[in-house]
């Protein structure tokens, strides 16, 4: 595979589960708020999971860069590495409205 469709392809996949953690993360703030707070933590544990896939995507290209094999900064590799930053922040943010509910709904 070619360089450039070697670094889409992996900031496709970064993209991916960046966006299924993010999701799974604002999944996890409903359940706490309709009380399912067992359940919201099993999403919070998924998202977990997404992100260490995503995080094994970025390893890769930091092992490239890191063994001399340049890559060429892409827009897509761009929106890749934010997306990935934001939905970080998204599961940090969820892990504390999840607290918030409990301490609010007495559990």
Sequence with gaps: MEQNETLQTISFSIILHAGNARSL???????????KFDEAEKKIEEAG????????FQTQLLQKESSGESQDISVILIHAQDHLM????????????IGLYKEIKGE
């Design 49 to 56: 999971q997404e992100f260490t896939e995503a995080h094994h």
């Design 86 to 97: 934001t939905s970080m922040v998204v599961k940090d943010m969820a892990n504390a409205i």
């Design 25 to 35: 993360s604002m999944e996890a703030i409903e359940l706490a708020k309709e009380k």
